[in-house]
């Protein structure tokens, strides 16, 4: 367990420094200046342009950029934000609990509905039940992520106006709430991307849960459990769907670079102030410090993602237990 | 289309949650104001400030927050004149005397000035404030506009003396327009080198008519009343910007009352705003205008360019588009067609200047008759070889630009001219239009008030390093008629001058003139804006008014400060006002 | 109504082209000898949605291919940019026009020979560099196996639409041909692996066993008999990637760094349409619906085939 837990570790260091290492150089390598949209200010005098380049280094040849920059990470120091003329570090520590919410919400519900809605399936095998439910969730599965989001903000927050168009709180009144008006304020802006980000990643989730219920009914302890007259009953929930849950966990580690991707594209549509919405915006003013930091991290969150999803894996599985 | 009317009646869940709102403010109106003071306005911007000082911000949310909350010594007139003083009103100075040889003014500051924290505005912070501006260290992008001033000498405690290089027609304008005071108390220790990181720069104390509350950096800056201001307290309680990613959600936020002002409107949304009777339109002047940049010289080097190198082909080239339907296109009924490097919001414009007209037959005899033809059939004309065909560079920055350029793309296209448009992050168009590498820009040009302006973009002497001029564009007569007009101290003989200058421009066509920004914003009906001034609507943002049997659930939120942090009890927010007095 | 006559022509031709493949994949199955393609054929023909995802793809690859000749207007051209700007769908434009009087019904056409040329061409990249990938780690086996592995995990643990976010970004305004090796250059990495899997499997039997004690070189015996026997997967998983594909470009494009305008694509539609989704929703709806209709067939076809392909199924399901 211990070895398991210290190899997983290494190998996302690993993961992390690989991926730094790719954002930083093609970045980098691009021609143009990583300070062009500031260093293009009309106001600003040549020599004023020369100190902002020294104070950021890019004036040092690539591979000092290189070096000083890993150092700096490694410091937690991941740069300046030139759109946001703040630390990259504070925009991102302002952002990722704010996608962390809306993952977190997405996860849950997501997995209680496609585990729900695959075992189902998989006990109604090749009924309309089955079918049906099939079919809606290759749709939703064969959907853009940023497409249903659009078509939900159409339909809820634009023809039948329930829902508001975006944000994470009402910019106005949010201070002036009481306490559950402010919780209520934040749900009713929640609404609209969990639901979207919990439809699209269900859809995946009930097709994998119900091949793996289906698997797992063809093993013989299931034949044998049903032999021995069990209740069916029992059979599903005692010997079937413990082993068939077993697989979904490892697809917790699979779901979240998934989902990460779709919340990228979920909070530009519904401008929810999080990492995903942090990049885009980064990327539409070349904010190339804040770029690169926020793929570094998104990639340390789907690091510790699979990371988290191995450890259960290991404490539920016995097999894995005793290394 | 006809059921998003009935819907849209349904009760939404933001309904309720006001109504929650106001239970837990406890309803306490103590402090509300009374009659036509009062309400708060909400304004939907696409971009976030980036300081609140005045020597420092290049954003325009940043400029439009600090001008509420920093004061010049005296404000333009709302014609934008800017000879003289003629038009300027009290300030922070509440008098000034010329002297004799007109090299000095002296300003006497409003001895009732108070900045934010209480202390009493002096002349030594208007010092100050011009070595603030001036000072290297600073790099204020600003510190170039008062090169005419020499220095300012403080006669006594409430008397500031401007000191001039030299005697112009707008020395008035440069000490006035070009400097908003800052607080020397509050300041002074600030080390200028790494001033844009000071804290005061993000709660700013200013001596404005609004005080500032609070900035959610990325989402919200949020200003109060000045209740006890020397120039009276602002007529709202209460302005807040909220930063929107993107325009449509800008819009977005004033179509579903979130917000209750928008600057700018696409036709599209402006046909929905005309449609609802919860919102208005909002024109107003602008001193924007956009053209087609044809260049003549590319790189300023390699010699006449191929096809913008011949006047005639550029007259060609004009009259081959309809930009009254291109205009009609992107702004509906509320767009104006450009009439040469200028806005009807200037002084000096004149729309009764010979423009070349549509005629694309025309066009189309006339680049026949240059040698301008399609030998091979494709579509596109030759000559010597040399296909009608050029890059117009594009910034993407501008969905008015981007899609202008895709119209004129097509109207070209008509006439056998191949345009291919290339759309840049703005950034990199600055970058190659500032150094002339391009055949073609969809170029954007912001005047300020001053008519010589019109020099830097227009004249031989913006050609190069430093200048304005991309198109390279090089007439005489033009630029002695500009010289001529700028140097005038009578109005009327300046507008003559400058008069013949724009015919002069436009028979040349350097550029093709599309547009004219003439921007149209929304309002929620209870709005009632005042003087909406070409060179920024928000000049007069105190004298907004909110009127009290028109007022919302947020308009009752009366002159509480917002509270500090996440998570506390709102009432635990200071009142406004106690910090003073 | 000369339009008219060329979709009738263009649906002949899509229902002739579905009959004869209908026809084949028959005789496959109802061939005498029985050989794994037969068997296949006929696990696939008893999946009905596959069967029809299948016939509704060739029609949409008609219609793409003759766009030029079905598009009832040039998919740049601007009619009247005053009155016929920003209509809603009629009779004259079924999807309606954009807010340059183009007809949306003819740019979704044209969008859709882009959209999906990029989908077929980066999922060839991908495949070809994942099939290099995994099969030289399955051959070699071993240190060099063990470490092309754990880099294949490293890779497969970078969230691909953030790095392709990234580096297009970075690259700015990028043509088609770059698009597409990118998105195949960040697609490889799942399918090296089934094909390492596959590789290590088949090289444990007996007849490549056999084919090396006859002294057959490394190479050929890649090429000749391992790679065919990992075949089948690797088609299931090109067939699944190209409905990937398609929904990225859509992301990438919506996001402004993909396909560029003013060539028109699925995605880059949608994005024009996003900035006025509450005016123009044609503009979002129409493109987006191609988009989930094609998405849904392919993945209904590589379900179908991998079904239909996989040795352990039963035949019958």
Partial sequence: MRRLLAGRLLQGAVIVVLVTTITFFLIHLVPGEPLATTLDSPYLTEAYRARLRAIYGLDRPLGEQYVRYVGAVARGDLGWSFSLRRPVADALADALPNTLLLMGVSLALSFALGIALGVLQAMRRDTATDRVLGAVALFFYSMPDFWLALMAMLLFAYWLPIFPVGGMVDPVMHPYLGFWGRIGDVLSHLALPALVLTLLSAAGIARYQRAAVLEVVRQDYVRTARAKGLRERSVVVRHLLRNALLPTITLLGLALPALLGGAVFVERVFAWPGMGLLTVNAIATRDYPLVTASVIVASITVVAGSLVADVLYAVVDPRLRRR | MDIRIPLRRLVSLAAPLAAVSLLACGGDDRDASAGDVGGTLVISVTGDADHLLPPLYETITGRQVSDQLFDRLAEIGDDLNTVGDEGFTPALAERWEWAEDSLSIAFHIDPDARWHDGRPVRAGDVRFTHALYVDPAVASPFAPLLDDIDSVQVRDSLTAVVWFARRTPQQFFDATYQMSILPEHLLAGVDRANIRAAAFSRAPIGSGRFRFARWTPGQTIELVADTANYRDRPRLDRAIWTVSPDPVTAITKVLRNEADFVEILRPEDQAEVSRRDDLKLVPYPALQYAAVFLNANVDGTSGPHPIFGDRETRRALTMAVDREAMVRNVFDTLGLVGIGPVTRGVATADTTIEQLPFDRERAARVLDSLGWRDANGDGVRERAGRPLEFTLITPTSSSFRMRMAVLLQEQLAQVGAKVNVEPLEFGTFIQRQNRRRFDAAMGGVGMDPLPGGVKQSWSAAGIGAGGSNYTGYASPTFDALVDSGAAAMDPDDARRYFRRAYETIVADAPAIWLYELRPVGAAHVRIQPAGLRADGWWAHLADWTIPADQRIDRDRIGLRGAPVAEGASPDAGAPADTARR | ?317
């Fill in chain 3, 1 to 317: 109504m000369a339009l008219a006559v060329r979709w009738l022509l263009a649906a002949i031709l899509s229902a002739l082209l579905s009959l004869l493949l209908a026809r084949r994949l028959a005789r496959l199955a109802d061939a005498p000898m029985e050989t794994p393609a037969g068997r296949a054929a006929r696990r696939f023909r008893a999946n009905r949605g596959a069967v029809l995802a299948l016939h509704l793809l060739v029609a949409l690859v008609v219609v793409t291919v003759l766009a030029p000749a079905l598009a009832p207007h040039p998919p740049a051209a601007q009619p009247d940019i005053v009155a016929l700007k920003s209509l809603p769908p009629s009779l004259a434009h079924p999807f309606g026009t954009d807010q340059y009087s183009r007809d949306v019904l003819s740019r979704v056409l044209y969008g859709a020979r882009v959209s999906l040329a990029v989908a077929v061409l980066s999922v060839l990249v991908a495949i070809t560099l994942g099939v290099a990938y995994g099969g030289v780690a399955g051959l070699a086996g071993g240190r060099v196996d063990a470490v092309l592995m754990r880099l294949n995990d490293a890779l497969l643990s970078v969230p691909r639409v953030l790095l392709l976010i990234a580096v297009l970004a970075a690259l700015g305004r990028i043509d088609i041909e770059a698009l597409v090796l990118l998105v195949g250059v960040t697609g490889w990495f799942g399918v090296s692996r089934i094909v390492r899997a596959e590789v290590r499997s088949v090289g444990a039997t007996e007849f490549v066993t056999a084919a090396r004690a006859l002294g057959i070189g490394r190479r050929r015996l890649l090429v000749r008999h391992v790679l065919p026997n990992a075949l089948s997967p690797v088609i299931v998983a090109a067939t699944l990637a190209v409905g990937n594909v398609i929904v990225l470009e859509a992301g990438l494009s919506y996001l402004g760094i993909g396909v560029q305008p003013p060539q028109a694509s699925w995605g880059n539609i949608l994005q024009e349409g996003a900035a006025h989704i509450q005016a123009l929703w044609w503009m979002s709806l129409f493109p987006g619906l191609a988009i989930v209709a094609t998405v849904m067939a392919v993945n209904l076809v590589g379900d179908g085939l991998r079904d239909a392909l996989d040795p352990k199924q039963v035949d019958g399901r």
